[in-house]
């Protein structure tokens, strides 16, 4: 079974997850190993040792986009507006 997934490295992430991910390129869904061994043996219930090998060859590389720095919003104190009651 060949499955293909884009996987992004990015050292420079904000958060740890961000940093590696794999994700399907037509719906962007992050893989689930667990799942894709359970359709490799036909989904039947019982106990199985499997074994698992990954082959990665790689189709394509694109460098990582810039993220443009988002800009600090301006908080301006403004006196709220009076309720009539």
Known sequence: ??????????????????????RDPITADH?????LVAQAVGEEAGAYLVAVSIEVTVLEKAPLTERAPVPPIEVTNRPLPQLVA
């Open 1 to 22: 079974m060949t499955k293909h997934y884009i996987l992004n490295l990015d050292p420079d992430a904000k958060y740890e997850w961000d940093r590696r991910t794999l």
């Open 31 to 35: 893989p689930v190993l667990t799942d």
